[in-house]
Each structure stands twice: as C-alpha cells, then as structure tokens.
C-alpha cells in the first residue's frame, strides 16, 4: 500500500485535533436545602429527618462524573437540645445518614438544653460511600437524616430535638472525578513527524 507524505500528515492533523486523554481531578459538589422542621421525641435508635422536600440536589455540578466518595461535610442550624455537646450524653451516638444508610459520621456540637449549629467533616463508611456514589452518578437527591445509636445510656426520660425548618442546611461531597482533556498537538504529531521524514527521506535517496 502507498502511503503518501500528505495523507500522514493531514492524519496527524486530524488526530491531533480528536485526542483527548482522561485526568482524574479532585472535586466538590455542594448542596443548601431547607431542613425539616423535625420535632419529636429523641429516643435510642431515633431517626430525624434533617432535610425538607426531596433532599440535598447536585445537579448541574458534575456530581455525576465522581468516581469515589472521599469526605464529607455537613452543616446543621438551629438544632433544639440536640444532646452531642462534649460532656452530653448523646455526644458520638447521633450519626448523619443519607438516603438511610448510617454515614459512621458522628453529628457532635449540638448542646443540651440550648439551639445550636454545627459543622462536621469526616469520611463516610465504606456500604454509605457506595450508596451515595451510585445516587449521585444517577442525579438522585439524597435525603438526610440523623440517627440515634441504640446503646445510649443516661437519656433523661421524655427527651425532645428539633430541627429548625427556618432554617437551612449544607452537604458538601469530595472525591475524585474523571474528565477528558485535550491532549497537546505535538505529543500526537511527533511520531507521525518522524515517520513522514522517513519516507521524505527515503524518496530524496531515490531522486
């Protein structure tokens, strides 16, 4: 088969155009909803529904093209005798869950007897990070609540939280995301450059 000198590089010129390589990136995605308006007893294995409507939403953020959950961090407001202050009896046993799977994620910082906030940060489990993962690459929201651990002791008996609805709170996901990038003309060129000086060479000896 002839091969000419313009076909090679009017190839590389079309290659190089086309190539793209995929890089993985860290990236964040993050999400502000309404919470619940959640008021009812807090009792050992309580679920409280953090989020209002449907959930946290990240769409339009990519969120679909994350490979892996690494951290999350979440931010609560205006929490009523939430119990996880340092010294409180529900301090380490009141979890973040998302779309009802436990996260591990210990929601502390929420005092006795008074309306607070916080913010926590952590990784999630492993059977959380995989749950999240397949609902975020699906567009799903996620739903967060906050859940009680069965082994509490000393809960004073008709304990009560609530969870503002006045006010709002903020999920922010990080991990790794996968994208095509460009890659550079002159790495796809230069083998298709040596082999057309070759040829270009091997015709001028002929001449």
């Known amino acids: 088969m002839k091969v000419s000198l313009k076909s090679i590089l009017a190839a590389g010129v079309a290659v190089a155009a086309l190539g793209m390589s995929a890089a993985a990136a860290t990236s964040t995605v993050s999400s502000t909803v309404d919470q619940?308006?959640?008021f009812g007893p807090q009792i050992n294995g309580g679920v409280y529904a953090l989020t209002g409507g449907t959930?946290?939403?990240f769409s339009g953020q990519g969120a679909n093209a994350l490979t892996s959950v690494d951290s999350l961090t979440l931010t609560?407001?205006?929490v009523n005798d939430g119990d996880t202050g340092a010294g409180n009896y529900d301090f380490g046993h009141l979890f973040l869950a998302l779309n009802g799977v436990n996260?591990?994620?210990?929601?502390n910082g929420l005092l006795d007897g008074q309306i607070a906030s916080t913010t926590v940060t952590g990784a999630p489990n492993?059977?959380?990070?995989t749950a999240l993962l397949a609902a975020l690459q699906a567009g799903t929201p996620i739903a967060a609540t906050l859940v009680d651990d069965l082994a509490v002791t000393g809960?004073?008996?008709g304990d009560q939280i609530?969870?503002?609805g006045l006010t709002q709170t903020t999920l922010s996901i990080t991990g790794q995301a996968v994208s095509n990038v460009p890659?550079?003309?002159?790495?796809?060129?230069?083998p298709l450059g040596a082999v057309a000086a070759g040829i270009y060479a091997r015709r001028f000896r002929r001449a």
């Open 183 to 190: 890659v550079p003309a002159a790495a796809v060129l230069a």
């Open 103 to 107: 996260t591990g994620i210990a929601v």
């Open 155 to 157: 809960r004073p008996a």
């Open 126 to 129: 492993a059977a959380s990070a």
């Open 162 to 164: 609530g969870i503002s």
């Open 36 to 38: 619940s308006g959640f």
């Open 76 to 78: 609560v407001t205006s």
């Open 55 to 57: 959930g946290y939403d």
